[in-house]
């Protein structure tokens, strides 16, 4: 089984910057593809970033896109999200997700069979 966990969130004020990391355990890490979503209160879960088993393919929401960078140490089994420029309509819970093995990376849920427990992030203004 694969067990994902993340951490990082916290307070920030507007137009800071904040890193989540997210740890993975299990020796499949490497072929799965990885993704980032997040959950305001209120609204439905939503697509923030994806990358391939080597780094090779991103994709960005559109709302995250020039301020949000993936990334991916497959040696250290983590994932990361790098979050600039934050804006109040960040806050959220981010969610980690792990690609089903040798899957491409994309935005759609249903690619992800596991999921970590979230991490709350909340931007003030």
């Known amino acids: 089984q694969v067990q994902l966990v993340e951490s990082g969130g916290g307070l920030v004020q507007a137009g800071g910057s904040l890193r989540l990391s997210c740890a993975a355990s299990g020796r499949t890490f490497s072929s799965r593809p990885m993704g980032w979503f997040r959950q305001a209160p209120g609204k439905e879960r939503e697509f923030v970033a994806a990358?391939?088993?080597?780094?090779?393919?991103?994709y960005y929401a559109d709302s995250v896109k020039g301020r949000g960078t993936i990334s991916r140490d497959n040696a250290k089994n983590t994932v990361y999200l790098q979050m600039s420029s934050l804006k109040p309509e960040d806050t959220a819970v981010y969610y980690c997700?792990?690609?089903?093995?040798?899957?491409?990376?994309?935005?759609?849920?249903?690619?992800?069979?596991?999921w970590g427990p979230g991490t709350q992030v909340t931007v003030s203004s």
């Open positions: 990358i391939g088993r080597s780094a090779m393919i991103t």
């Open positions: 997700a792990g690609g089903k093995p040798y899957s491409s990376a994309d935005r759609h849920p249903s690619t992800y069979d596991y």
